[in-house]
T-cell receptor
Framework: EAGVAQSPRYKIIEKRQSVAFWCNPISGHATLYWYQQILGQGPKLLIQFQNNGVVDDSQLPKDRFSAERLKGVDSTLKIQPAKLEDSAVYLC?????????????FGPGTRLTVL | AQSVTQPDIHITVSEGASLELRCNYSYGATPYLFWYVQSPGQGLQLLLKYFSGDTLVQGIKGFEAEFKRSQSSFNLRKPSVHWSDAAEYFCAVGGRTGANNLFFGTGTRLTVIP
């Protein structure tokens, strides 16, 4: 079974530029998550989708971050414009459904460096 | 509000020695608790989880964890560490019902010396 795929793996941009990350969850998984992991910290949930609807985006900085999952499968996370403090690893995860018994499977992440 | 504390930033153990990684949580209701491992350049992998029932849970790779409600702890243990266990370990607590969101601690980096 293929895991969660993310691209790109690495991205370097200058502040005020835009960037987008892509995630393809495990086939059949209804729930998709984006986490931000700053160096030295644990992952922090940014947004959670159930199919193509948003379940929780309370920690998403909506003035600069946006995410979509239009067809309930792939998802993109965008930052526009980027700030220095956005340098982090962005992790995508998926689970079969939304219950706590549904294990979250994580992708390898995209490491973003903002100069 | 949920929170997780991992008091040890970095632990070094000798190969073959026993291991215990500490985790304390804060949560108003019955907690759902998890341990994940992150190897360099890889995503997080679930080691084990606790929802209810037996307070000693077994996981993959020979790991186990014990839930102690009175101490608000969920410590991870392994009787004999292998060099391949070197990685970052994260404890997490489940969020509100119906959302399946996780709150992670800051992690403990494990170094294994020969």
């Amino acid at each position: 079974e293929a895991g969660v795929a993310q691209s790109p793996r690495y991205k370097i941009i200058e502040k005020r530029q835009s960037v987008a990350f892509w995630c393809n969850p495990i086939s059949g998984h209804a729930t998709l998550y984006w986490y931000q992991q700053i160096l030295g910290q644990g992952p922090k949930l940014l947004i959670q989708f159930q199919n193509n609807g948003v379940v929780d985006d309370s920690q998403l900085p909506k003035d600069r971050f946006s995410a979509e999952r239009l067809k309930g499968v792939d998802s993109t996370l965008k930052i526009q414009p980027a700030k220095l403090e956005d340098s982090a690893v962005y992790l995508c995860a998926s689970s079969l459904d939304i219950q706590f018994t549904d294990t979250q499977y994580f992708g390898p992440g995209t490491r973003l460096t903002v100069l | 509000a949920q929170s997780v504390t991992q008091p040890d930033i970095h632990i070094t153990v000798s190969e073959g020695a026993s291991l215990e990684l500490r985790c304390n949580y804060s949560y108003g209701a019955t907690p759902y608790l998890f341990w994940y491992v992150q190897s360099p350049g890889q995503g997080l992998q679930l080691l084990l989880k606790y929802f209810s029932g037996d307070t000693l849970v077994q996981g993959i790779k020979g790991f186990e964890a014990e839930f102690k409600r009175s101490q608000s702890s969920f410590n991870l243990r392994k009787p004999s560490v292998h060099w391949s266990d070197a990685a970052e370990y994260f404890c997490a607590v489940g969020g509100r019902t119906g959302a399946n969101n996780l709150f992670f601690g800051t992690g403990t980096r494990l170094t294994v010396i020969p």
